[in-house]
């Protein structure tokens, strides 16, 4: 791709050490929002590219202890302007530099459209956290933290948990980072256990953030939130706390899927036993009271709203025109295909796209950083209200600017988030 434009000194094109698919996907998308806002030509080129990206192999050692094996890790840092920058680190078998930026881009966006005072960032290590023991785990991630230390820090980069990650992930951050600071640097990541000074509520935030925003959205492609049928493909960090929100709300949660497989029963799931049955047998296959189903069939089922809410890129071209909801909650980041979007929004069916929609988790994480900063810790209350405030408040923001610029919310969200993050490029001007 090539982004021609009388700012571009060094054309957006495939030499790109970034290049990839998912990031031409972003970085296009966001040249679509910067046309129509019309956003400043300096401005547009150095938001099209990440500013700090690391790549590093590292050495670790398996549990047979001298066979030695030798991973890759990234860390991108997309903005630096308007304060730390902030985002999770995925631990999968593909993730690539590509990936990480495209998704540090969208951190950008999230947390400049829910007023956080951070620049986006993402990390990776190109492994399969189910395929290591927790021994191993523990080996690659202190190493991974010790590559990526000097980028780190609760002034400078903030890490969270993100798909394959988790709170004892964290744990080993924090500790790594601590024991070489020679003092417990807890404000270091987010999505910690309680007992590190970890916020209470961050694990169901962004569950609980996505399914906050659903009885405006429902109100809009008129569901009815009592007994709304939903569909959710994932039940881990985001997936399973979407579904315990959405039975809490009085919807009726009728089909899920994770990597074990899918499972149905039209009259609702029991998600309180299925969360026991998983946390039982490792996943949702084989529960008693659901039919097992294909995944093809899942995301073609007939419901009011459909939640991605596992990895990217799952509504594609290729299933799109099998969809029956009437209302996307996109859990996951970057779930849905450019094209896919449009075809969804040419079937009329309203998207709450990923930025909006996920913002839950880093609105948390960004809680925790500010109560580990002052060593002063909320109630679950304080925290669930606040959250479930910006959530809504953000939700109308987008909604606003989409009526007013006649555009979907997607285009709405980023215009917002770009907006604010150019604002501030601008008034900060270039040094030197
Ligand atoms: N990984 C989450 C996301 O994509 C959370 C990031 C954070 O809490 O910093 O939004």
Redesign the pocket.
Known sequence: MTVAGPGHDAPITGEMEWDSAMYREAAAQFEKVAEMMSLDDNVRERLSRPQRSLVVTFPYRTDEYSKVRTAFGYRVQHVLTMGPT???IRYAPDVNLGEVAA?AML?TW?CALVGLPFGGAKGGVRIDPHELSRTELQRVTRRYTAEVIDMIGPQKD?P???LGTDEQVMAWIMDTYSQNQGHAVPAVV??KPPALGGSVARREA?GRGIISLLPSAALRCGVSVDGAQVVIQGFGNVGRYAAIAAAELGCRVIAVEDLSGAIHNGNGLEVGRLARHVDRTGGVAGFAGADSITHEELFALECDVLIPAAVGSVITGANVGAIRAKLILEGA?NPTTLEADQALQDNGVLVVPDVLC??G??TV?YFEWVQDLQNYFWSENEIVSRLREIMIRAFEEVLEVSIKHKVDLRTAALMKGIKRVADAKLVRGVYP
């Open positions: 902030k985002g999770g998704l951190m999230k903030i969270a948990p993100d987010t999505g962004t980041n996920n913002a988790g880093v994480s």
